[in-house]
Every structure is written in structure tokens, then in C-alpha cells.
């Protein structure tokens, strides 16, 4: 298993000051977010030529672009158009930066609300992704994700089974699974199998009310919840069963952290390396 730091988390940084830090911290790769000023469907090809550049320079690897376009399942022809032209062009730019795998949204509304027709149109356009993807044998991810088709194992696996491709497979966030409250331990990574191509890790924990640093709502099964970022081991989202079942499966890939809580950005990356490393027994 490698790890790698979201670069979502030094959004504030340039892309370059923030794959230099995550080196510093002790991370193998970063996973770009696609979206400025890191990196967008408007980034031009000399930039990410450079970025690739300091990449290799100092020995990290970029194993995931983490799109935000897509939103099918609810979009208009002409979004769902625009976000698929967005994905070709981040796409293109995976090529240049080594990334297998590129993240696509496929929208909402919440699994328990869905109808049939959310997971038909978002698996037209995913199907599509799936297919220009294998041209340059890369691979497309789900995230599993609260509001959203693929809240759990049973629904983001229905949701890829529908699209039919080989090379689309979907992200544990055990994060995630714990605000839509779905099983994230050992039998989820046993029910993905090999449909789990990545795995992001975060922590959060439920709470009285929003308003603090940190806090955000949600729509859940349960009604309107209330959730606080937090550093890995100080919120509700037990990660041990995870990993200890990522070991016993054999899982090799990547694991991205990507930690939000109301701490500094370097702090808190480097409190989750050391966490999970400690997890994995690798400390």
C-alpha cells in the first residue's frame, strides 16, 4: 500500500508549493484535485507538463486525479455535455501527469431518494467516460459519498454494474460511509472486492449543532444531520477494521488522506500519516 496526500487539503498552496510539502510530510504521491489552482479542464498543457516535471523531480508519484465534473444523473443534456467535454480534457491531462485513475461525480440526489432513472442516466454518461478512458487505459472512480447514487457498497455497485465496463470501480471513504451511516469495515471490502480500486480516508463525528469551525449539515436516511471534520482517531469513524481488512485482502493500491478538521493543513496531514501508519503497523 502507498500513500498519498488530496491535494485539496493545501488548496491554498500553489500545486507545486503543494506537492513539495507533501514530500516533506512523507507522503508517495499526491492525488491532484481538479480544480484551481491546482488543476481544471482549462489548465493549460504546458502547465501540466510542469507539474509533472516537479513531480518527478522530487520523487512523487500522482496515482489519481479527483475530478468534480459529472453530475449526470440530474444535469441537462447540455451540462452533462459540458461536464463530459470537461472530462476528456482532464482526461488528456492524466496521460501527461501518470494518474491511472480520474474521479468522476455522478450526481444525486441521495441513494434512498433515487429513482431508476437517476441510475440509467448517470450510467449513459459514466459508460461514455468508461469508454474514452480505456483508450488511454486509464480508469474512472466513484467515490462513495454521502448525497449522492453511490451512498454504500449495495448502491455504488449497483451503479457500476449498470454502467458495464471493466475499468470503473469506486473509492472506500469510510468517512463518507460513517454520515450515511452504511457498514465501512471489513464487509465492505469484502462486498467490493474487486470493484474497489481506491480507498480515501478522513474522520468526522456526529454533533449537536453546525456553527463551530468544521461543522457542516447533511441530509442523511436519519433527517438532517450535523457532522464535525476531524483528525483521524478523534472523531466516530473507527478506520482500524479497515485496514486491518485492506491487509488481510492483500489490497496493494493507494490510500489518499484527506483530512478537513479545523486545524492547520500541514498539522493535520501530518497527525493522519502518522495515525494510519500507525493503524497499518507500519510505524
Not at 516537479?54 to 441537462?76: C, H, K, Q, R, W
Not at 480507498?199 to 436519519?222: C, I, M, S
Not at 482500524?240 to 498539522?267: M, R, S
Request: charged share 25%; proline share 2%.
Amino acid at each position: 500500500m502507498k500513500l498519498a496526500a488530496f491535494s485539496g487539503v493545501l488548496i491554498d498552496h500553489s500545486i507545486q508549493e503543494a506537492m513539495h510539502l507533501t514530500k516533506k510530510i512523507g507522503f508517495d504521491g499526491i492525488e491532484i484535485a481538479a480544480r484551481e489552482p491546482h488543476l481544471s479542464a482549462t489548465t493549460s498543457a504546458a502547465r501540466i507538463k510542469e507539474m509533472r516535471a516537479v513531480a518527478d523531480g522530487i520523487g512523487l508519484e500522482i496515482p489519481v486525479i479527483a475530478g468534480y465534473m459529472g453530475g449526470f444523473s440530474t444535469g441537462s443534456d447540455k451540462d452533462s455535455e459540458q461536464a463530459f467535454s470537461d472530462f476528456q480534457r482532464i482526461l488528456e491531462a492524466s496521460g501527461t501527469l501518470g494518474a491511472d485513475f480520474i474521479r468522476v461525480n455522478a450526481g444525486g440526489p441521495n441513494a434512498f431518494l433515487a429513482q431508476n432513472y437517476h441510475y440509467e442516466k448517470a450510467a449513459f454518461w459514466l459508460r461514455k467516460c468508461a469508454v474514452e478512458a480505456a483508450k488511454l487505459n486509464k480508469s474512472i472512480v466513484l467515490e462513495i459519498h454521502n448525497v449522492s447514487l453511490a451512498e454504500s457498497v449495495e448502491s455504488g455497485l449497483r451503479l457500476v454494474e449498470l454502467v458495464g465496463e471493466s475499468n470503473i470501480g469506486l473509492i472506500h471513504d469510510a468517512g463518507n460511509m460513517y454520515i450515511t451511516d452504511t457498514d465501512y469495515g471489513r464487509d465492505s471490502v469484502i462486498g467490493l472486492g474487486k470493484r474497489m480500486f481506491h480507498v480515501h480516508v478522513k474522520d468526522e463525528k456526529r454533533v449537536a449543532e453546525t456553527g463551530a469551525p468544521g461543522t457542516f449539515a447533511n441530509l442523511t436516511k436519519h433527517g438532517n444531520e450535523k457532522f464535525l471534520q476531524c483528525r483521524l482517531g478523534e472523531g466516530g469513524a473507527d478506520h482500524q477494521p479497515l485496514f486491518d481488512a485492506l491487509k488481510e485482502t492483500g489490497y496493494n493500491g493507494w490510500i489518499t488522506l484527506e483530512c478537513h478538521a479545523p486545524f492547520p493543513a500541514v498539522e493535520r496531514l501530518e497527525h493522519d500519516l502518522s495515525k494510519v501508519k500507525q493503524m497499518l503497523g507500519l510505524a
